[in-house]
Each structure stands twice: as C-alpha cells, then as structure tokens.
C-alpha cells in the first residue's frame, strides 16, 4: 500500500517561503513521475508542478512558474516543492501525487492522470 504523507505547511506572511516536503512509503515499483496540486475549498484541485523521475524533467504551471520549485531525492523517497515569493492567493491545501506510468505523454497536469495522492498540508499566507 503506497502511502504519501505532506509535510511543511503553515502560516507565513505575503514575500515569505516555505518548503513542503512528501515522503513515499510502501513502494514496491518503479515511478514515472510525482506533482504537487492545491486546492481551495470549493475549487477544484490546480496542478502546480510535475517531475519525470527517471531524467528530473519539470513542468510548472503558469501560476507559480519563477517561484517554485520542484525537486526529489529518491534515496529519501521524497519530493518536495520549495515555494518562495508567496502571496496570499496561494493559500490553500497542498497535495502531492505519484503517477506509476508513462502511456505517451512526457507531462502530466490532470488530477485523474495521478495513481496515489497524500492527505495534504495547509499552508496559509497573510497580507
């Protein structure tokens, strides 16, 4: 059963960073990529960034492209997104998401392309 769990969420002010991290448990296959998404309450979930495991290949959204950063370490089962220049807009639940699969498309943008997914973290950004 694979498990992903968010960590690094919080409440930061407008301009600040934070760093969220997602480690993977209970992987018994290879992986083909892993994203971040957020989500609002009553919106549907935004796909912010994606990375190819096998070549680090990244791909962001036009939202957050400049400002984030994905990234993995694989001997730590980890992905994390370094977030910088945060404004409030940006407050919301933050989710990764592990897809197992290449079926012909390099990036991968849409909820339902995504295999696994964590509980989220909360991450908060006041004026």
């Known amino acids: 059963q694979v498990q992903l769990v968010e960590s690094g969420g919080g409440l930061v002010q407008a301009r600040g960073s934070l760093r969220l991290s997602c480690a993977a448990s209970?992987?018994?296959?290879?992986?083909?990529?892993m994203a971040w998404f957020r989500q609002v309450s009553g919106k549907e979930r935004e796909f912010l960034a994606t990375?190819?495991?096998?070549?680090?290949?990244?791909y962001y959204a036009d939202s957050v492209k400049g400002r984030f950063t994905i990234s993995r370490d694989n001997a730590k089962n980890a992905v994390y997104l370094q977030m910088n220049s945060l404004k409030p807009e940006d407050t919301a639940v933050y989710f990764c998401?592990?897809?197992?699969?290449?079926?012909?498309?390099?990036?991968?943008?849409?909820?339902?392309?995504?295999?696994?997914w964590g509980q989220g973290t909360q991450v908060t950004v006041s004026s």
């Open positions: 209970g992987r018994t296959f290879s992986v083909y990529a």
């Open positions: 998401a592990e897809r197992r699969y290449y079926t012909g498309t390099y990036y991968y943008t849409e909820e339902n392309q995504y295999d696994y």
């Open positions: 990375i190819v495991d096998w070549n680090e290949g990244t």
